[in-house]
């Protein structure tokens, strides 16, 4: 049975040093954190952490507050309640710039990338290496060259040539050169955007293969997903959005895939479209199958509390 991350465990944890370096264990962490607009509740009391060489998941369907809580994080917006804190410091981010400068970087669905332009130009996209001085400085053209094809190997990531464009790319490989870029430019936490709602099984494989990677490298990883099957390989901790607010915060160690996919599912709303068909009558396949699925869900259902309860 499935045991939840309690606030109090979360916050104990949170005292603790790194020997080496005597710094807190957590990246960063989140106690509480809720944003409003207007009279708009977008997210309420979601507590998580990250931590180095960890992948914490953050699932749940559209609209349950994914959307929000990486826009907290990476600077897009500021959380008007709970707690924000990046090694132990409180913070409340202003812009993208200055989480870039935490060691925050997100990688976006919608990657920002120039289809036409080739790959180590998009690496060095606005952050070109220069060479020369005054009106003799010029870009460091083969510099840029050596270091893109140098840092996508490092990840694992064999391109024949850095000089096609980066449009030609499958969608799995431009997720990958984003990741390695983000790498490059010193990211301490790496969130990611669902990086395979858009992608076959094949290149989803490639996308978690480099996040277990970017995880080795000692990286902070959330991993943004409505997929519990993409999710439990590569996650070490699993945060459940419903409606702006968790309904759960798991332990690898602590539940099964079964557990987190009955979550997802929702046997609530299953058991609510099971009375429907069956106050319409007929439907009668139908009904039965919703009536099953709804029981299998609640059967497989972890008995937790959010962690802010």
Known sequence: MAEHISNQEILAKAGETDPLTDRPVHLLRLDGVGKHYGNVIALREVTMAV??????????DNGAGKSTLIKIIAGLHQHDAGTFTIMGEERKLSSPREALDAGIAAVYQDLAVVSLMPIWRNFFLGSELTTGFGPFKRMDVNRMKETTRTELAAMGIDLRDVEQPIGQLSGGE????????????????????????????????????????????????????????????????????????????????????????????????????????????GHTQALQEAKAEAEAVQAEAPKAESPTA
Do not use: W
């Not at 931590?51 to 749940?60: E, I, K, S, Y």
């Not at 557990?259 to 319409?280: K, N, R, Y």
């Open 174 to 281: 431009r997720q990958c050169v984003a990741i390695a870029r983000a790498v490059y430019f010193g990211a301490k936490v790496l969130i990611l955007d669902e990086p395979t709602a858009a992608l076959g099984v094949k290149q989803s494989g490639v996308v978690l293969r480099y996040i277990l990677q970017a995880r080795d490298r000692g990286l902070g990883v959330i991993f943004i997903t409505h997929n519990p099957h993409h999710a439990f390989p590569v996650g070490d901790r699993f945060l459940l959005l419903k409606r702006g607010r968790s309904i759960g915060y798991y332990d690898k160690k602590d539940i099964t895939l079964e557990e987190l996919t009955a979550q997802m599912a929702g046997g609530a709303e299953l058991a609510e479209l099971a009375h429907e068909l069956e106050q319409l009558g």
């Open 51 to 60: 931590d180095n060489g960890r992948v914490t998941c953050v699932l749940g």
